[in-house]
């Protein structure tokens, strides 16, 4: 079955850094080509901040994110990390992990992680 179990979320200062983890059902690996990370900050629409191909040799960033976050896969643990360096306060958000491209409709969202960026 399809599963997403996100972690590693906090408070951090401007400037910071946070490394996020994407736990995923081996199913859910197998299924869909690529995964990818999320956020949704208060007030905001659901954006997509970065993806990776199951092979770990495709990556696709947000153009605010470039340069700052860095996205990897570890194929014997099925996890899919996001190592945030430089974060900002406008990426304070729930950060969800999931396909990309976003399957439409997509009903196995997971609890998210906070980050909040913040002096």
């Known amino acids: 079955q399809v599963q997403l179990v996100e972690s590693g979320g906090g408070l951090v200062q401007p400037g910071g850094a946070l490394r996020l983890s994407c736990a995923a059902s081996?199913?859910?690996?197998?299924?869909?080509?690529?995964i990818g990370w999320f956020r949704q900050a208060p007030g905001k629409e659901r954006e997509g901040v970065v993806c990776?191909?199951?092979?770990?040799?495709?990556?696709y960033y947000a153009d605010s994110m470039k340069g700052r976050f860095t996205i990897s896969k570890d194929n014997a643990k099925n996890t899919v990390e996001l190592q945030m360096n430089s974060l900002k306060p406008e990426d304070t958000a729930v950060y969800y992990c999931?396909?990309?491209?976003?399957?439409?409709?997509?009903?196995?969202w997971g609890q998210g992680t906070q980050v909040t960026v913040s002096s």
């Open positions: 999931a396909p990309c491209p976003l399957p439409k409709p997509w009903n196995y």
């Open positions: 990776i191909s199951s092979t770990g040799d495709s990556t």
């Open positions: 081996e199913f859910t690996l197998k299924r869909y080509y690529a």
